[in-house]
């Protein structure tokens, strides 16, 4: 049984970045384009990813902007406030 799995296939939206936290642990964030229209009606969808340590420094070695990927990760809601509220999004991480 498949729990809390995410799979997508795109295309890098842009140059990717690796940088590490305040603890010493590095990180990868970027974006993918997901083309999930039909000729007729195109629609691009895009997906924030979050990558971490050995996966992340594979990925931007390998990777680059415009090149297609396909990606498992499990869902991880992440918190934040904005202007007061406390807000929510989805974020797909890969481990």
């Given at each position: 049984?498949?729990?809390?799995?995410?799979?997508?296939?795109?295309?890098?939206?842009?140059?990717?970045?690796?940088?590490?936290?305040?603890?010493?642990?590095?990180?990868?964030?970027?974006?993918?384009?997901?083309?999930?229209?039909?000729?007729?009606?195109?629609?691009?969808?895009?997906?924030?990813?979050?990558?971490?340590?050995?996966?992340?420094?594979?990925?931007?070695?390998?990777?680059?902007?415009?090149?297609?990927?396909?990606?498992?990760?499990?869902l991880s809601?992440?918190?934040?406030?904005d202007r007061?509220?406390?807000?929510?999004?989805?974020?797909?991480?890969?481990?």
């Amino acid at each position: 049984m498949l729990k809390n799995n995410w799979l997508g296939i795109g295309r890098i939206t842009k140059d990717l970045e690796l940088r590490v936290t305040e603890s010493g642990k590095k990180v990868l964030n970027f974006d993918i384009a997901i083309d999930d229209g039909t000729k007729e009606k195109p629609h691009t969808t895009f997906m924030p990813l979050e990558a971490w340590e050995k996966t992340a420094e594979t990925i931007q070695k390998y990777f680059h902007k415009g090149d297609q990927i396909i990606v498992g990760a499990r869902l991880s809601v992440k918190k934040y406030v904005d202007r007061g509220e406390n807000r929510y999004r989805i974020v797909p991480v890969i481990d």
